[in-house]
Nanobody, 120 residues
């Protein structure tokens, strides 16, 4: 059974930091692309960051580049998203997902979302 469990969301002030975790189980971690996505009410789901399964390259959305950092711990089968210099526009439900490619449509297994709220 493929499962992804995200955690670490919360309420922070603008300029603050949060570290999200996504623990994977039921599949071989290195065989899949693992990505972070976010969705705010009334908006399209947005890819935030993704680690490619082919070469391990990490991709970032332009809106978060330089502020967010994705990493992985193979021993724990877990990926992380370190979010610094948070802005109110970062407020959204953050989800992690696994798939064949770092493309939203290719993601097949989605974890439960964790709420990130950034106050002004």
């Amino acid at each position: 059974d493929v499962q992804l469990q995200a955690s670490g969301g919360g309420l922070v002030q603008s300029g603050g930091s949060l570290r999200l975790s996504c623990a994977a189980s039921g599949f071989t971690f290195d065989d899949y692309a693992i990505g972070w996505f976010r969705q705010a009410p009334g908006k399209e789901r947005e890819e935030v960051s993704c680690i490619s399964s082919t070469d391990g390259n990490t991709l970032y959305a332009d809106r978060v580049k330089g502020r967010f950092t994705m990493s992985s711990d193979h021993a724990k089968n877990t990926v992380y998203l370190q979010m610094d210099s948070l802005k109110p526009e970062d407020t959204a439900v953050y989800l992690c997902a696994a798939g064949n490619l770092c493309i939203t449509s290719a993601m097949r297994n989605w974890g439960k979302g964790t709420q990130v709220t950034v106050s002004s």
